[in-house]
């Protein structure tokens, strides 16, 4: 059974530290990326507060294809260049949201959602999807939760982009 609890949710880095550390702890040894991003969706929704959704998207040609998530029921297929997650994707740089509502093209999958971020997730040269955490709060993310995000995918990346093995019968 896991049961991570930060040292101190009030200072951003340290709740970052914790979460890398946990997030290590959950992969190690793991080679499948579904698995290993189920967990890490399960984890962030679990140590960041007032988020409405927290998931990934991976990348299959050229659109990205919902992945592991928590939350409502989200948009399944998102073209890249498109809405916050294909911005992210296409441009290759996180996008952190102060309001979706001002984000031309924004794609409503929850109108609960008032801000967003996007964590392009990148293995050896190439995307292999995004992270995405929508909250129900305007600015609720800032250049704290960038930084300890882009730290998080990237020690991350080899992790989510296994591809797992078939279990011989």
Known sequence: MYDFRPSN???????????LAAARALVAGEEDAVANMANIAALLWQLLPDLTWAGFYRLAGDELVLGPFQGKPACIRIPLGKGVCGTAAASGETQCVRDVAAFPG????????????????????????????????????????????????????PALSRQGRLLEP
């Not at 949710?9 to 979460?19: E, M, R, S, V």
């Not at 704290?144 to 990346?157: F, P, R, S």
């Open 9 to 19: 949710p009030a200072d951003k880095a340290a709740l970052y530290a914790d979460l």
């Open 106 to 157: 924004h794609i409503a999958c929850d109108a609960a959602s008032a801000s967003e971020i996007v964590v392009p997730i990148r293995h050896e040269g190439r995307l292999i999807g995004v992270l995405d955490l929508d909250s129900p709060l305007l600015a609720r993310f800032d250049e704290a939760d960038v930084m300890g995000l882009e730290t998080l995918c990237d020690a991350l990346a």
